[in-house]
């Protein structure tokens, strides 16, 4: 079986399910005002940034709301309520990601948190392995650790090569760690998670899954990837209430010293005769989710997995495939535009598509997109330097001005997911055509480093 089609991460779109409509999502008739006059629904096309909240979660969050109460400590009512709902939660998420009995699921306030934890939990002498292409939050937070960096393979089967050969010849008994991303936030492409964690595993080696970008699109299964932990981030899974996930091995977090000292972290706390204060910690969960615990950002995670669940993935993924599809044949018929991949037309993509414009600063044009069509992308290097550079060249930087060309320095990312409505891609793609052939209607300005529209009265 090759990679591709062994990777553990099924594109649905190979299922025959009907695509579903959007899920209905928090501002999806919010109005915005058009530097050229009047107003627009606004096209939220920046959904690997932050997703719009799903309405089911709102609705969740304001139902438990008048219940709310202090989490683990209080003997009353409502106390007792938020407990059990929050542990709930750690059920419900559990579930979702399909984690073994003896997981551990820990709610923290982010992906880059919940990696960060992980780091701050590797055993002495660690080894980590990560590739050039992670976000920041991937790449970052093991700079204490005996790190290698690998360079940016150009096909799942050389993502798998790479690390085999990076992993051959170590001690397996030694501890080590790869860190992987599920989806690019850059790309959109899928990496070969399973076949990375079989080949961690085969050296020893042990894998955490990045699933921020991953988890939104496309059910994520912790047994059948046979990853160590997985890490996402409510606010990318449209549940924006300051909190993430870590879950998998129970063991390394045991083991380690708690992410944060404090109350709920710890069992018994006594002062010793010699005037110290000795600690027992937890060896659940709690032990690394020291001070009052984000009830309502563990609901609503869990209030998001259940909606996705209900609505259904393969649905889901048939309608966002659809949607992948229309952009990057709009894009293509533009010959100006470029869009990014490693690995190729043909890899399997979540809905999140990267692409320089010719002639165009990037910044301006994002800012086009806003001022003059009321939709919202992202321009910049997406908290993926290393990647954009070896996408785009190491050409060096100018500073150019709004409507100057510019060495393709950054680019333009427009993503989306269960709550986009067709227009909003149209919308983009007619944008991306009329700012191409006729440029933009207004005249743009650098402030602080960005395009913004000139102000009429001049200010
Ligand atoms: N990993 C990936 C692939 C991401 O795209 C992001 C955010 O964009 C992160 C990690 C970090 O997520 P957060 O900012 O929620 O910690």
């Known amino acids: 079986m090759s990679v591709a089609t062994a990777t553990a991460v099924r594109t649905a779109a190979a299922t025959e399910e009907p695509p579903c409509a959007p899920l209905p999502v928090l501002g999806r008739d919010v109005a915005v005002p058009l530097v050229t006059g009047g107003s627009v629904t606004y096209a939220a ?25 202090s989490v683990h400590r209080g003997a009353g009512h409502l106390s007792q309520l938020s407990t059990e709902l929050f542990e709930n939660a750690r059920r419900t998420v559990a579930a979702f990601l399909d984690c073994r009995p003896d997981d551990q699921l820990v709610f923290t306030r982010s992906t880059t948190d919940s990696l960060n934890l992980l780091a701050a939990a590797l055993p002495a002498g660690c080894e980590v392995y990560v590739f050039e292409t992670e976000h920041h939050a991937a790449l970052l937070p093991w700079q204490s650790a005996r790190l290698t960096v690998l360079d940016a393979p150009r096909s799942p089967r050389q993502a798998v090569e790479t690390l085999e050969r990076a992993l051959a010849g170590r001690d397996p008994h030694g501890p080590a760690l790869v860190c992987v991303t599920g989806a690019s936030n850059v790309t959109g492409e899928l990496w070969p998670v399973r076949e990375l964690a079989a080949a961690a595993h085969a050296h020893g080696a042990r894998i955490v899954l990045d699933a921020a970008q991953l988890a939104p699109h496309h059910p994520v299964s912790v047994r059948d990837l046979d990853v160590d932990w997985v890490a996402f981030s409510g606010h990318k899974l449209y549940a924006p209430f300051g909190s993430g996930v870590l879950a998998g091995r129970a063991d390394w977090l045991r083991a380690a010293e708690p992410y944060l000292a404090g109350g709920g972290a710890s069992r018994r706390v006594t ?189």
């Open 45 to 69: 096309l920046d959904y690997a940034a932050s997703a719009p909240a799903l309405q089911r979660v709102w609705d969740d969050v304001a139902a438990y709301a008048p219940y709310y109460g």
């Open 271 to 459: 002062r010793d005769t010699d005037g110290t204060v000795a600690v027992e910690w937890h060896d659940s969960a709690a032990r690394h989710e020291a001070g009052s615990p984000n009830v309502i950002g563990a609901y609503s995670i869990a209030s998001a997995c259940t909606a996705l669940t209900e609505a259904g993935f393969a649905s889901l993924v048939a309608r966002e495939q659809r949607l992948i599809a229309r952009v990057r044949a709009g894009l293509a018929e533009v010959p100006q535009v470029t869009v990014l991949s490693l690995f190729g037309d043909d890899a399997p993509r979540v809905g999140v598509v990267s692409f320089v414009v010719e002639g165009w600063n990037s910044s301006h044009f994002a800012a086009a997109l806003s001022a003059e069509y009321g939709i919202g992308v992202r321009d910049g290097l997406f908290c993926a330097h290393p990647l954009l550079r070896t996408l785009l060249g190491t050409a060096p930087a100018t500073e150019a001005e709004c409507g100057a060309p510019q060495n393709p320095l950054s680019a333009l990312r427009v993503s989306f997911g269960a709550g986009t409505p067709d227009e909003h891609i149209d919308r983009f793609l007619t944008a991306v055509r009329e700012l191409v052939t006729h440029g933009a209607r207004w005249t743009y300005e650098t402030k602080d480093g960005r395009c913004v529209p000139v102000q009429e009265d001049g200010n």
